[in-house]
């Protein structure tokens, strides 16, 4: 079997392998990729690239545990096939099962309005030209680097419960960093966005571009923000970040399955904050960078409202958790290609609107802080670190002085009872970049919500 | 795997390079204490970069499409591409450095689960509350560059690595996790890294208090290792050319206290990080590059040497599917003259620094660094005492090690860097 083989010759022999092998459950995967890259930084061409991959793996459930084998070459997916059988009786069952679910049968695609495959790569080339020119345009910006990726993947899976999906899918976007130096300060600010569809994703990006500019000459003199202990107002960007990777990846099952302190921390009826915080997880939403038709095991998703109400009320699971915990699937087992096994992530992750105004927030929050879009963030399950893109010192009401170097820690569950106040203002954000886990990265995903009011927020830095 | 493109598309380039790389790995998961999954991956794919009229144009493919394809691809968007002078390496002989073991991933996989089994129990010995997750991934594969100028390459190698992480969360939520790892060319015993581990935590399990301030701060080789990344983005000829190194102009002066010597080092025997030559056929060699003190060389591909108009390092690092950019292979710290327990012995009060999270979100650029520290300890009168937790460090990296820091003379290996302890006297602490 080659990639020559038509969708459909290429799906039926992959049912007829894994509907030979003896064992509880098996699925298949397999994908065909084509990208093409365009790296521009300062005056340079930093790289050009386009390029085809094709891959694919064969996972089975039996006797307890779950074996797994992926491949580049087509032509070998039956003899993986049965090595991989053998190997698996090695494992002795340490798990009791798996969801089972109903099959479904499926073509999925994504609509772009201009097809990045017909989109000549003299005009991809030229806009990007054009938006690196807008990044290095302030004098005092250093280097930029302005990057566009498309990628075109088709990929089919099916699995032993009858299952039997393809979906065509287009992902593009562009990222622009612009660095800015005056003497020894270096700054950098980056912004990107992404998703699934066309070229026009791409197309209209030039504010995006000046602001990425504009900001980092803006943040060249800001000072550091000084250490302490602070009120917080959170924009929409960063309390996204932050319910991403300080609550979601608690909400991931297969880190609270096994653990007994963990099913405690995270049980269903737990009270983690106030009546107005609801944090939804929902990869059906069409149009957003965490969508999927069905997710890696065959499972399509829906929302997933982990906290209802200021209460723990669901996990993000896979196959495998859902039937350990007893609970709903929600379909967010992901593979970051056909070639790595599929984990519990997340999709869309958000705080939902709730009742407060971004001005009341700012009238409460005194003295503090407001801090604004996100360098990066990483959490231990317990504990959160995050880099604000920058920080202004609230006076009076409104957001005043510039801070740059904002870095903001702290305890998960605490932060969550500190939310004062909830905005209703709820934005998404997806860029080129992702989520990792597992060394399976970057991984498309979207987060957001509304401006939030956090009271007693540690801010690292020298202290004030 | 087949290298050689067709002639006819190789008349179109003033130069051509292909690289192909396969290989073939076993990853084995313990989760919870218990075998949890066994995988074979499989990976292959080639690359081909040309020069046309001097512009450089790339392409590669994973599938059977095949070289020739890809070739015309590169050829078809070179117009686009960067004006690059340089020239590729002819022929020539690498140096000799150990890094095949063999076909690691078709040797028996049984006393590869008893002995990881072995490792776990011996961890839950000491703490039968902990939750131990264990990876391990072995296999080998091989690396070719073949290119117009008439350098052919071809080298074998092989990986064993490990990586343990024991986590215990406490009835009041309170999380700890100690990671350890342990990587070689060859089969690897994991008694040394579950001796730290254990070490860490048994050490852990008391949290102190300790007010912010200025104070000691020794990091462990880990720890180390991984502020190490900041120092070595500075150092690449990438950085320096596009004026966002703070070193740029500074090469052969001194920005670094004399105690800190760094190297670069791809003919380390038995690492996986080594090679005998790298991804654009440059013959590998080790180099300081900071030598007491003084910025001695850049880390540099074909393409960054040629702009900066220094020798290449040999550092072009790439898989199948992007172009070489200049990367270290293993990074080597000189360590000191005394041992640890010595650096322990100055200090009254001070942090010990393992693990932090969110480090390298700060402008790292400048060296600057905040983070939260993840797994630290609180040292008194020379003495560990207990864990410290939800607090920060901050400063300035580059401002460190030009002051007075001191080095361990022992060095554990994490990852590339072979690192010591060190002490940093004065570091700016939140908590």
Redesign the interface.
Known sequence: MTINASPRELLLHLQSVIGSLSCDYAEARVALNESTGIALSGEEVDSISSGDSCGGSIRIFNRGAWSFASFNDLSEIPSRAGALLRRSAMLAGTAPGIFRSKPVVAHFATRPARACGIVSFDEKFDLMRRYNGILKRPSLVQTTRSMYRDSRTFKLYCNTEGTAVSYERSFCGVSFTAIAKDGSLIQPFSESAAGFGGFELAQGREEMAERAAGMAVDLLHAEPAPGGTYDVVIDPHLAGVFIHEAFGHLSEADFIYENDRMKELMANGRRVGGESLCIIDDGSIEGLTGYIPIDDEGIVPGPAHLVKNGVLSAHLHSRETAYRMDEAPTGNARAISATSQPIVRMTNTYIENGPDSLEAMLDEAQGGLYVADALGGQTNLEMFTFSAGYGREIKNGRPGKLYRDVMLSGNTFQTLADIAMIGNDRAMFGGLGGCGKKGQSPLPVSFGGPHLLVKNVLIGGRNR | MILKPPASLCKKCRWYDVIGTAGRSIPVFF??N????????????V?VRVNVDGKV?????????GLE??MM??I??AP???YEEYSLPSASDPPAVELDAGRLEETD??PV?SAAKEMIARILDAFPEA?VDMGISYGSGERRIQNSEGFEGIYRHSSFGAGITA?I???D???L?VSEGVSSCGPVSYDAAVERLLWKLERACDVRRLA??VLPVICTPKAFASLLGIVASGLSARSVF???S?FAGKLGQRVFNESFTLMDDPLADGSVYSYPFDDEGVPARTKNIIDRGIVTEWISSLKYAARLGVRPSGNGSRGH???PEPSFSNIVVDGGDDDSNSLFATVRSGVLVDQF??L????T??G?F???L?LAYVIENGEITGRV??C???GNLFELLAADSVFSSERIRYGAALAPFVLFPAV?F?S
Do not use: C, W
């Open positions: 989760r919870n218990r075998l949890y999954s066994i995988a074979e991956k499989e990976t292959s794919g690359g144009g790339f392409s590669y493919t994973g599938g059977d499409k394809t890809a691809r590169a078809e968007i686009f591409g960067e996989i049984a689960l939750q986590t969360v406490a009835p939520g309170v999380r996790s912010g301030g596009k004026g966002i703070p599917s992007s172009l999270i969110g390298g979100q700060s402008n650029l400048t600057e905040k983070a939260n993840d937790k939800d920060m460090l901050s700016h939140t």
